[in-house]
């Protein structure tokens, strides 16, 4: 399972080498949502986005390793590749898991919006909170939904999946712009 230079197969054996590490499609959806953000993570961040377990032990580091630097890789591949070859990765996994991995990491990520001043109610954000949507929808099957639960089907979540990853991306890429300027000028 390769696509573009990206090995899931290597890097759901970086992510499987340690039992407390979330699984590798989750991680996948993980990665994915926290590129689609306007900041960078620090280290301590990763390990809170992938690391489900107990504290880390001495032994532990071993494997941690090779898992970050994994999911650090995954995003460089997603920042440096366009949004079609992100979909002829995903188009491999098991959606559901991959797209609560991808709501996961976009809820909270949340905070990073309004960090670099992205409006409530804004068009921009409208957008990211409809791909949050289309990820929870398809995170969660039809029938596992409890009744009440206003949800759209997930054939229709379906439809829209590509083309909010795809502006959400654009938004995102936008903002990363504008900060490196700001930076720079500083």
């Known amino acids: 399972m390769t696509t573009a230079q990206f090995s899931t197969v290597t890097f759901a054996s970086a992510l499987s080498a340690h039992e407390e590490l979330v699984s590798p499609t989750l991680a996948l959806g993980l990665v994915t949502g926290v590129s689609l953000l306007p900041i960078a993570l620090q280290p301590n961040e990763w390990f809170n986005l992938l690391w489900c377990g107990e504290e880390p032990t001495v032994e532990d580091s071993q494997t941690l ?5 994994a999911a650090l890789g995954y995003q460089q591949w997603l920042l440096a ?11 491999e996994l098991s959606v559901s898991e991959y797209a609560m991995g991808l709501a996961m990491a976009l809820n909270w990520g949340q905070t990073a919006w309004s960090d670099v001043g992205l409006e ?15 990820a929870v929808t398809l995170a969660w099957p039809n029938e596992q939904r409890p009744e009440g639960v206003n949800l759209p089907t997930a054939a229709s979540a379906e439809s829209q999946f590509k083309t909010a990853i795809h502006a959400v ?3 995102s890429t936008e903002y990363r712009e504008q900060q490196d300027k700001q930076q720079a000028a500083h």
């Not at 590749?81 to 188009?91: A, G, M, V």
């Not at 804004?122 to 289309?134: F, K, R």
């Open 65 to 69: 390793g090779p898992a970050f630097e």
């Open 81 to 91: 590749n366009p949004t079609d070859d992100w979909f002829s990765l995903i188009d």
């Open 120 to 134: 409530d109610g804004s068009d921009n954000d409208n957008l990211i909170g409809a791909l949050m949507l289309v």
């Open 169 to 171: 991306r654009l938004i």
